[in-house]
C-alpha cells in the first residue's frame, strides 16, 4: 500500500501551475489538470500512471488473494494438487468503486446486500467507512477498516469448495457523513469452465457434504437470472 501512496506524488508535475490545479479558496469552483508535451502519446501516457498502479495493486492483490488460499488449504492439510480450480484456474477481476455523499438518510444504501460469487475477493477503500457485515448473531454491524488495512471477504465459491467451513459472509455498504466513499476490489474468480467441488477432505460424517460439484459459470448464470438472496443454497445445496 505504501508504494501505491508513493507512486501518487509522481503525478504532481514540479513545474508550478501544471498538472492539477483545483481546491484553491480563492476560486473553489475550479478545478482543471494540465499535461505537458500532450501531442506526445508517451508523455501523454506519462501524466498519469493509473494503468501502471492499477496493474501492479491488481498484481499484489492477486498475490495475497493466493497466499491466502493457501494458507487456508494448509490449515485443512489439504495437498496443493487439490486446489487446482481455486489457485491455478483463476482468473481475477478488479473493480474500482466510488460512493457518493447521500444526499437524504433513507437513500443511505451504497451497495445492497449480497454476498461475493467469486472464491475469494479484497477490498481497498479510502478512509471513508461505510462497508457492514452480518454477523452470526444476524444483524448488521460495520467494519472498522484500520487506515492501510485490507478487507478479505470469502465468496460462495469458496464457502461450497471448503464444504460451509468458510462462511461467505452478507454486506453491503452504507453511506454515512460528508465524504465520498471509494473502494478498489480484487476479485478471484474461477476460470470459465472451472468446476467447484467440495475438498474430500472436509466431508465426512460430521460435515456432510452440503453442495453438489458445479459448474461455477453455470452457478454465476443461475444467480444473474434469478439474483437470489441464497442463490447457492437453491443452486447447488443437497
Ligand atoms: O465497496 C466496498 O467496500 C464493497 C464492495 C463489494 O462488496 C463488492 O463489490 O462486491
Ligand atoms: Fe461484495
Redesign the pocket.
Known amino acids: 500500500m505504501a508504494d501505491h501512496h508513493h507512486h501518487h506524488h509522481h503525478h504532481q508535475n514540479p513545474k508550478p501551475y501544471r498538472s492539477y490545479q483545483g481546491k484553491c479558496p480563492v476560486v473553489p469552483l475550479h478545478e482543471s489538470f494540465g499535461i505537458d508535451d500532450a501531442t506526445r502519446l508517451e508523455a501523454a501516457r506519462d501524466f498519469t500512471h493509473l494503468i501502471e498502479i492499477l496493474n501492479m495493486m491488481s498484481s499484489k492483490m492477486l498475490e495475497l488473494s493466493f497466499m491466502i488460499l493457501e494458507m487456508i488449504f494448509a490449515s485443512f492439510d489439504i495437498e496443493e494438487k487439490k486446489y487446482e480450480a481455486l489457485v491455478r484456474d483463476s482468473v481475477s477481476f478488479l473493480?474500482v468503486?466510488k460512493?457518493k455523499v447521500p444526499t437524504s438518510e433513507d437513500q443511505n444504501l451504497?451497495?445492497v446486500a449480497?454476498t461475493?460469487k467469486n472464491a475469494i475477493?479484497i477490498?481497498c477503500?479510502n478512509e471513508v467507512q461505510?462497508?457492514e457485515i452480518v454477523t452470526k448473531e444476524g444483524h448488521w454491524e460495520q467494519v472498522v477498516?484500520p487506515k492501510d488495512a485490507l478487507?478479505v471477504?470469502v465468496g460462495d465459491a469458496l464457502k461450497a469448495w471448503s464444504n460451509g467451513r468458510l462462511v461467505a459472509v452478507k454486506?453491503?455498504?452504507v453511506m454515512k457523513g460528508e465524504k465520498e466513499?471509494y473502494?478498489?476490489?480484487l476479485?478471484t474468480v474461477p476460470k470459465e469452465g472451472a468446476m467447484i467441488e467440495a475438498a474430500r477432505e472436509l466431508v465426512d460424517n460430521e460435515h456432510p457434504l452440503l453442495y453438489r460439484p458445479f459448474k461455477f459459470a453455470d452457478y454465476f448464470s443461475y444467480f444473474v437470472s434469478n439474483l437470489s438472496d441464497d442463490a447457492l443454497e437453491i443452486y447447488a445445496g443437497v
Open positions: 473493480r468503486m460512493y451504497g451497495l449480497h461475493d475477493t477490498l477503500q461505510g462497508l477498516v478487507v471477504i454486506h453491503r455498504v466513499r473502494s478498489f476490489g476479485f
